[in-house]
Antibody
């Protein structure tokens, strides 16, 4: 069974750094793009970026370029999303998701991790 | 690429047929997926490539369209179908989602 399991909720102060994780299992980690998606409280889904674990080719949405860093550790089949200096506006649920193996082109996203809630408050 | 989804909210009764539309700002061929999200849960892929049903998804759900206009239909609304639905284009990066449609009980 393909699974993406994300790290637990975080409460941070503005200016602090943070790295959240998405551990995958049940498939060949290096062969599928992994995406990160933000959902602010009560709002819709926003695509942040995508990484190909085999060569760490990473593409960012212009809205998130320079604001976050997406990475992988191939040895433990895990992707990461990190911030160097959090803002209150980063408060949101963050999801990782794998490129759907059935879809064409860049593909839909399936399955998804359970989400990591990040709260940034002074 | 902008994905304009409508309506933003929809009230319907159990057994009703409901349709949601997404309009793309440019031609995206058939590169559209549809997701269901229930409160407190991650989204779930229902439809990919505009009209193909993801494995295990009930056939009460369907999708159609190509180019710039896409529709998602629930043929007979069940209590477990009350949720928020999103379209997403994957013709080009950045991938983009529609604003969502909340399907409520009438």
């Amino acid at each position: 069974e393909v699974q993406l399991v994300q790290s637990g909720a975080e409460v941070k102060k503005p200016g602090e750094s943070l790295k959240i994780s998405c551990k995958t299992s049940g498939y060949s980690f290096t062969n599928f793009w992994i995406a990160w998606v933000r959902q602010m409280p009560g709002k819709g889904l926003e695509w942040m970026g995508i990484i190909y674990p085999s060569d760490s080719d990473t593409r960012y949405s212009p809205s998130f370029q320079g604001q976050v860093t997406i990475s992988v550790d191939e040895s433990i089949s895990t992707s990461y999303l990190q911030w160097s200096s959090l803002r209150a506006s980063d408060t949101a649920m963050y999801y990782c998701a794998r490129r759907d193996h059935n879809s064409s082109n860049w593909g839909g996203l399936d399955p998804w991790g359970q989400g990591t809630l990040v709260i940034v408050s002074s | 690429i902008q994905m304009t989804q409508s309506p933003s909210t929809l009230s319907a009764s159990v057994g009703a047929r409901v349709t949601i539309t997404c309009q793309a700002s440019q031609d995206i061929s058939y590169y559209v997926s549809w997701y269901q999200q229930k409160p407190g849960k991650a989204p779930k892929l229902l439809i990919y490539d505009a009209s193909k049903l993801e494995t295990g998804v009930p056939s009460v759900f369907s999708g159609s369209g190509s180019g710039t206009h896409f529709t998602f239909t629930i043929s007979s609304l069940q209590p477990e179908d009350f949720a928020t639905y999103y379209c997403q284009q994957y013709e080009n990066l950045p991938l983009t989602f529609g604003g969502g449609t909340k399907v409520e009980i009438k």
